[in-house]
Structures are given as structure tokens and as C-alpha cells.
């Protein structure tokens, strides 16, 4: 069975007296009302790491994941964060490839596929995001653009590490707009990755791999979005920074 996962990006938001605040509301409300399989990563800021990762505690349904993580191992590479710094602190996931790490830092490719590796040799489970701009979909060629971003940073992958990755698809034009993907187009895609992942694997394989839906998720469309056969959960950005409707989104991941 495929984990069900509910994932918050705070993206770069929140004071460090905030984040705190959030934190301890989320572990009480969280550990109070969701019930079921689901597992809850907080992705939150890198001065906020290890700070969360302490008010989360022992959670066996809570962990906490960073935002990003460079592609070197080591060295004179000023600001930047090694994915070896963040195991050596307990952070067990991390994001890559955000939408708006491919818009405003021109990452793509053969970078991202950089940064999945070093993810994984330093045992991160790296949270691959891919989706289409507006004009994209508008072209129709949405589904060619996606399977193509998934090949060029996952297709290196052995069938065994492939299966340590949890991809989730961000549809651009519903991140921060207030537009979200009907739950059907959630499903075609999701159904697309998972065929292209099959193409690849085989169809065992991509059954075992988790895919996220992020674009706009709230407490008012939560249920339906996750509902689907292929949503396996939800990469969550403003919402996840409210804790009651972060928390009623979490309750909506039947698991």
C-alpha cells in the first residue's frame, strides 16, 4: 500500500516566534483528531529546522522536511545548504524542484536529478515536484512536458532507489492563484505519471510510489482532490501555515 502523505511548504514565511506558535498548535491538534495511516511533513524554513524537529518530538506521524538542498556535497558555496548537513540534524525529507525554485532560480534538468542523488546517498526521501505553466496547458502539451520532467531527473534511478522518491505534481497556474485542478485533471495526470513510471519500471514498481497533488489544496476541496485513485495526498502551501485548516486537510487523507 502506498504511504499517504500530507506535506506543508511554509514556503518563506512565518517569524521564528511564529513558527514555533504553528508548530505546537499543529503536534496538538494533529495527535488530538487524525486518525488513520496518513503521515504529516512540516517543510519549513532551514533557521526553523531544528527547532520544529524538537517540538515535534517522538510524533510517529509527524516528521519535519527543508525547502531545498544544494547539489554539492561540500565547499565554498556560500548560502547554500549540503543535503549531509541536514541528515546530520534528523531532517528525513526535502524538497526538490519546487515550481518556484524552476522559476525564480532557473532550476531544471540535470541540476534536480544532482539534487535527488545526493538526497538519496545521504538517505533523504527527496520530494520531486513537476508540473505545467498555464501557457503549457493551454497548448495541450501538459502531459508531454510533465513526463519529460520526470525522465530527466528520475529516469537514472535503479527500479530499488526510484522507490524512494515521493513526486508530487504542482499545476503551476493553480499555485498561489486560487485556482486549483478539478479533481479529475488531478487524476489524469497523477494516472499519466504513474503509466510513465510503469513504461519505465514496470507497473509494480509505480504502484509503490507515493504522488502528491499541490496546487491550491484547502479544507474546502481536500476530500475530493484525495479521493482519487492516483492522489496519494497533498503538498500544501498557504493553507498549511493555518492550523485548523491544515488540520482539517489532514483529516480529509482517508489512509
Known amino acids: 500500500m502506498r504511504q499517504k502523505i500530507v506535506a506543508g511548504n511554509w514556503k518563506m514565511n512565518k517569524t521564528f516566534q511564529e513558527g514555533k506558535a504553528l508548530t505546537s498548535e499543529l503536534v496538538g491538534m494533529i495527535n488530538d483528531e487524525v486518525r488513520g495511516n496518513v503521515k504529516v511533513i512540516l517543510c519549513v524554513p532551514f533557521p526553523y529546522l531544528d527547532t520544529v524537529r524538537s517540538l515535534v518530538g517522538q510524533s510517529s506521524r509527524i516528521s519535519v522536511g527543508a525547502q531545498n538542498c544544494s547539489e554539492h556535497a561540500s565547499g565554498a558555496y556560500t548560502g547554500e545548504v549540503a543535503a549531509s548537513m541536514l541528515k ?3 531532517i528525513p525529507s526535502v524538497i526538490i524542484g519546487h515550481s518556484e525554485r524552476r522559476q525564480y532560480f532557473a532550476e531544471a ?6 539534487k535527488v542523488d545526493i538526497a538519496l546517498a545521504n538517505g533523504l526521501t527527496p520530494i520531486y515536484c513537476c508540473g505545467e505553466p498555464l501557457e503549457v496547458r493551454e497548448r495541450n502539451e501538459h502531459e508531454t512536458l510533465v513526463r519529460k520532467q520526470v525522465e530527466e531527473s528520475l529516469f537514472h534511478l535503479s527500479a530499488e532507489a526510484i522507490q524512494q522518491v515521493v513526486i508530487a505534481y504542482e499545476p503551476v497556474w493553480a499555485i498561489g492563484t486560487g485556482k486549483t485542478a478539478t479533481a479529475q485533471q488531478a487524476q489524469d495526470m497523477h494516472a499519466v505519471i504513474r503509466q510513465h513510471l510503469a513504461g519505465k519500471y514496470g507497473k509494480t514498481v509505480a504502484e509503490t510510489i507515493t504522488i502528491l497533488y499541490g496546487g491550491s489544496v484547502n479544507a474546502g476541496n481536500a476530500n475530493e482532490l484525495f479521493a482519487c485513485p492516483d492522489v496519494d495526498g497533498g503538498l500544501v502551501g498557504g493553507a498549511s501555515l493555518k492550523s485548523r485548516e491544515f488540520t482539517d486537510i ?3 487523507m482517508k489512509a
Open 88 to 90: 546530520s540534524i534528523e
Open 109 to 114: 534538468g540535470v541540476l534536480l536529478a544532482k
Open 250 to 252: 489532514i483529516k480529509a
